[in-house]
């Protein structure tokens, strides 16, 4: 009798539980520290709960420098996130390793999504599957000193809108003490920084040429105008003398500091930039090409669906990524973060283009490429290292850039 | 005394568990109780460092053989791993990088090491002739040593730019000296590095050689100043000859720091690590990217054992080339 009731007291218990935990479902929500990006995120949280009574969202941050070490180390152990933010470039590398799972096409239609997001998005589709859905996009453009630029007797409110403008600009605005020495660079030059991008997804088009075929597999950037995109560079230091690689360390420092009249950079930087109250900066869209040719890198990252999501939890994770790729949190991304819509009709409102920071940065997403790395690291260093070979060793152009070109093939050649 | 008389005397004479007389092949004394007062001991003492051993075994000793294991594989932390032979060991003698790596590793031990032990010895030296203000320079010279190496390398950093606002630079402007590249160069990148790397270790090998230089027994100095030796003599035939334990202790503790040396790399050149064109690049900064940037676990395995295998050779050779002759 008593164990009877025992059992059915324990039944009852079972029950229960088991309707409180298909009531609450907890899923978890990896991404990067960087403040903005957690207090955007504690917010969408915050609203996604309140509209879904039974989903919790735990919100879990690494450092940058470890984050992806840490979402394969978990994945190896068998505890990844529902919900896992990603680099756009790191989509092969999780993809393959069994890290994402494709998002379903009844939750996510692939029209609506060409249809609604930069087309940019499509560096997330593998064999006709998507992996994951950005909130927010960012591109390059060109930043500028206004305080420099009128000392220099450049009107500040019309930067340059070409290359050769943009050269002459940097021409007038350069100082040096009598000894010859650099004090204030008309641009940086930093190579390590966007530059790397620049160079590869806009210097070489604008030149004539293209930095990869379309599956970027294979390189063809050493050719005529790869050489002579490079070259335009590195004289911007060795003719012309308008910057100087590791001046003040990096790029964006010189700027920040008001020792670099010019500098470009991408919408990520905006926050930075921001606490500068020494002297007045404006953005401008990335000089046109010698024959109008506008170019611009974008990149993102993205929310994917993690592997080990099933049943009530991966129907949570759904919801929740819909969520945050709605144009609800773009809005409040953006706010947050400064960080552009990956949705055009959120992007590109009349407000968003009238702006005179957000507008040139918008304008480029229209005509931007995305460049798919396979170890964007190790690629970017073989464009530091050409660069450095010319630069500090005397190489010519066309030496140093078949010498990365066959590296980079390689590179990406070991990786298929 | 007694005690130990106790102890080492004959099991079963002394002692509160006397050697039990066999009763009989039924009845056998079993266990604990059948051991003696020694072999009891031993058990004890097996038991208290079985945890250290345990431990040690678990955290250290099982990842280095694993990573002779790992070596072998295309481990790339995603996939399982393959079995591919040496296959990542003959990409390592074909990549140019590794030559390069290679040299920059021993530039930094054959440079590092020999300077920094002159340097410690001939301030430690005259440090001990001091007595003015002693402590406080003592203290100052161990000051680096205790400073993480990450701030350290950001303020050399700095020192080491180009002018506006590089000090060092700034200094040499104002006594008419040209401005110098330093990490933007690929001849004087490695020696700016190695001089923070230097001068962060001075203060412990300083401390240590003066430690050295207090245990050499004040009579032999007395003696032969009474026999009318000059002061080289004296450092040639009596402090050096009686400093050779601390000085072969400090020597092969400074090889290994070099030949692992990382942290003033990294970070004093965080956007080009172990560049310009790596010609700062130490061996642990490359087994670095390969494990934790292109995820090749393998291949910065096979890494690893190479440097295991440098730090081994390296220390055995000097062990015996600063053995005792006797």
């Known amino acids: ?113 060409e249809e609604a997001f930069f087309p940019i998005v499509t560096a997330m589709k593998r064999d006709g599957e998507y992996y994951g859905l950005p909130t927010a996009v960012r591109s390059l453009a060109l930043f500028y000193n206004k305080n420099l630029f009128e000392e220099a007797g450049l009107d500040p409110e019309s930067p340059p809108q070409t290359l050769d403008a943009w050269v002459a ?40 040429g293209a930095p ?52 470009i950079d991408g919408t990520f930087r905006l926050g930075a930039f921001r606490s500068i109250e020494s002297f007045e900066w404006g953005v401008a869209e990335l000089p046109a090409g010698p024959d109008g040719t506008r170019s611009n890198y974008s990149s993102y990252f993205a929310n994917g669906i993690g592997a080990s999501a099933e049943g009530e939890e991966l129907e949570a994770a759904e919801k929740f990524l819909a969520y945050v790729t709605s144009p609800e949190a773009m809005e409040i991304w953006l706010e947050t973060v400064g960080e552009l819509p990956a949705r055009r009709e959120v992007a590109l409102t009349e407000a968003n283009l009238a702006d005179p920071i957000y507008g040139p940065f918008l304008r480029g997403l229209d005509y931007a490429h995305t460049t798919l790395f396979v170890d964007e690291a190790a690629q ?33 050649d070991a990786r298929n | 005394m007694a005690r130990i008389a106790a102890r080492t005397s004959e099991p079963g004479v002394v002692g509160n568990a006397p050697l039990p007389l066999p009763t009989g092949p039924e009845a056998p004394p079993r266990g604990w109780h059948r051991l003696s007062m020694s072999q009891k001991q031993v058990v004890w003492a097996w038991g208290f460092l079985a945890l250290p051993i345990l431990f040690y075994a678990g ?16 481990w790339n932390l995603l996939r399982p791993a393959n079995f591919v032979g040496l296959d990542n060991y003959v990409r390592l003698v074909s990549d140019p990088q590794f030559g390069q790596v290679f040299r920059n590793t021993f530039a930094y031990l054959l440079i590092g090491t020999p300077t920094s032990i002159v340097v410690a010895f001939v301030i430690a030296y005259y440090l001990d002739r001091v007595r003015f203000m002693h402590g406080l320079i003592r203290a100052l010279y161990f000051l680096p040593f205790l400073t993480t190496a990450a701030a350290m390398a950001w303020v050399w950093r700095w020192f080491y730019q180009p002018p506006p606002i590089g000090a060092i630079n700034g200094f ?25 790397a230097i001068w962060a270790g001075l203060g412990f090998q300083i401390i240590i050689f003066m430690a050295g230089l207090r245990a050499i027994p004040s009579t032999y100095y007395e003696a032969a100043r ?35 040396i990382f942290d003033q790399v990294y970070n004093m050149t965080t956007n080009d690590p172990g560049g310009p064109l790596g010609s700062t690049k130490p061996l642990v900064l490359m087994i670095y990217q390969s494990a934790f940037s292109s995820y090749e676990m393998g291949y910065a395995a096979a890494q690893t054992v190479v440097l295991f295998t440098i730090l081994l050779v390296v220390s055995l050779l000097q062990l015996w080339i600063l053995r005792e002759r006797t």
């Open chain 2, 59 to 74: 955290i250290r000793f099982y990842p280095t053989l694993d990573a002779f294991r790992l070596s072998l594989t295309d």
């Open chain 1, 380 to 412: 970017r260093q073989l464009i530091i290292d050409a660069t450095n070979r010319i630069l500090l060793q005397g190489q010519s152009p066309a030496g140093a850039l078949e010498q990365a070109a066959a590296a980079e093939q390689a590179l990406i």
């Open chain 2, 226 to 260: 009474i026999d009318g030796l000059g002061e080289f003599a004296i450092l040639r035939r009596i402090t050096l000859p009686l400093l050779k334990p601390t000085t072969v202790f400090l020597v092969v503790l400074s090889s290994i720091g070099f030949l692992r």
């Open chain 1, 1 to 113: 009798m008593r164990t009877t009731l025992l059992k059915a007291g324990l039944l009852a218990g079972v029950g229960l539980f088991a309707a409180n935990a298909a009531q609450a479902v907890e899923i978890e929500y990896w991404q990067y520290v960087f403040d903005a990006r957690v207090k955007a995120m504690d917010q969408l949280i915050e609203n996604f709960e309140a509209a879904n009574p039974g989903i919790t969202v735990k919100h879990v941050t690494f450092p940058y420098a470890d984050y992806q070490t840490r979402v394969v180390a978990a994945h190896a152990a068998g505890r990844g996130p529902d919900v896992v933010q990603l680099f756009y470039g790191w989509t092969d590398n999780f993809v393959d390793g069994g890290i994402l799972q494709p998002l379903s096409q009844e939750a996510f239609p692939h029209g609506e999504i």
């Open chain 1, 212 to 263: 990869y075929t379309d599956d970027y597999r294979t390189v063809t950037y050493d050719d005529d105008a790869g050489r002579a995109a490079l070259e335009w560079y590195t004289n911007l230091q060795l003719e012309k003398g308008v910057g100087a690689a590791g001046f003040m360390d990096e790029g964006q420092a010189a700027f920040r500091a008001g020792l670099a009249a010019m500098t």
């Open chain 2, 172 to 196: 040499l402007a104002s006594v008419g000296i040209p401005a110098q590249p330093f990490l933007r160069s690929t001849e004087q990148a490695l020696p700016a590095i190695m001089v923070t």
């Open chain 1, 169 to 208: 600009a940097a021409e007038a605005t350069t100082k040096r003490d009598g000894a010859g020495n650099m004090i204030s660079a008309g641009t940086t030059l930093d190579m390590a920084g966007q530059d790397h991008h620049w160079w590869r997804e806009v210097l070489v088009r604008q030149f004539g």
